[in-house]
């Protein structure tokens, strides 16, 4: 008998886990089966791979923490050191990007670590959650996949963590890479892999047992007019750091810019990010960033240049470091 790669898939909850009273019904409650019924609902999955089920969580992933994604990624690396020859999460897919960035930022490990997920529940009509799951152990157990960090699969196509974002709040083909392009796609029940992998960063969180929690970091919406008292607001309320969600280039009202700039100066972290759908948000171009302290994003959109800068809070608040690691988060 030919050999079965060893994949574990990790389970936390989320529509591909759904269940509603009608199959054509809109309405459904997330994350009501647990990992053996997404298992058995897929049978030909065990063909390609020895297959064993962890429930890690069992909510919509609008509830996860960074306290799960923490104890997910501590599962993550056991099971891998232990043998696992990769890995599976099933997730929801509001917050799937979130979760799969952090998981880049902190496993280190070579073999394949890949996110699946559904936009119906799995007793939906056309439901996609067992396709995509099938498709993620073709990834997970394809030697092509090691050393690309955790990757996304949904809807026969296949993105990386750092590149992926959620676009549509119902489509099937929700997920895309707006600035990089998807990774890969399934194609007649084979992987093809688009290009070569990126250079990895090196890991965050090098004590990740000693790591219980995360700090906290806001998102500030910049909209014309937004009232600069936010920013304080924040503050007050134990953020240490803060995203702008900036118009254009990751820029916001004088008064807000000013507040921000007063707060960089007290040694809080300031990131600009962009509320635009993609693009990059370049250092001294609009803002002069050198002289306000602040940290430009780059590729990255609000909500992953959040997970980063909670992330590297852990070990470093020096704006000069960690505009470094943003710089290193550019490739995909």
């Given amino acids: 008998m030919a050999h079965l790669p060893s994949i574990v898939v990790l389970a936390t909850g989320g529509t591909i886990a759904g269940a509603g009273e009608a199959p054509s019904g809109p309405s459904y409650r997330s994350a009501a089966l647990g990992i053996e019924e997404l298992l058995t609902a897929v049978p030909q999955a065990r063909e390609l791979a020895d297959l064993t089920g962890e429930q890690i969580a069992q909510v919509g992933s609008q509830d996860l923490t960074p306290r799960h994604w923490l104890t997910l990624a501590r599962r993550v690396r056991d099971r891998l050191d232990r043998g696992a020859e990769g890995i599976i999460v099933t997730h929801g897919t509001d917050t799937l990007e979130e979760t799969a960035f952090f998981l880049d930022l902190v496993v280190d490990r070579p073999q394949p670590v890949v996110l699946t997920g559904a936009m119906r529940p799995a007793t939906g009509l056309?439901?996609?959650?067992?396709?995509?799951?099938?498709?993620?152990?073709?990834?997970?157990?394809?030697?092509?996949?090691?050393?690309?960090?955790?990757?996304?699969?949904?809807?026969?196509?296949?993105?990386?963590?750092?590149?992926?974002?959620?676009t549509n709040t119902s489509s099937v083909s929700t997920f895309r890479s707006p600035l990089f392009g998807a990774a890969g796609a399934i194609v007649g029940g084979r992987t093809v892999f688009f290009r070569a992998p990126a250079p990895r960063p090196a890991p965050l969180l090098s004590d990740l047992e000693g790591t219980s929690d995360l700090p906290r970091v806001d998102v500030l919406y910049a909209t014309a007019g937004m009232a600069a008292d936010q920013v304080e607001c924040s503050l007050d309320h134990g953020a240490q750091g803060l995203v702008l969600a900036g118009v254009g280039n990751g820029n916001a009202p004088r008064p807000v810019v000013e507040a921000l700039s007063r707060a960089a100066q007290r040694g809080i972290p300031i990131v600009r990010s962009t509320r635009a759908a993609s693009g990059f948000v370049a250092r001294d171009i609009e803002i002069d960033d050198t002289a306000q302290g602040f940290i430009a994003a780059g590729a990255l959109g609000p909500a992953k240049a959040r997970v980063l800068l909670m992330t590297a809070l852990v070990e470093t608040s020096d704006p000069k470091e960690l505009q470094e690691r943003f710089f290193a988060e550019q490739v995909a």
């Fill in 126 to 166: 056309s439901a996609d959650g067992p396709r995509n799951l099938l498709d993620a152990v073709r990834v997970a157990r394809d030697p092509a996949a090691s050393g690309r960090g955790v990757l996304v699969v949904l809807d026969e196509t296949v993105h990386t963590a750092r590149a992926v974002t959620k």
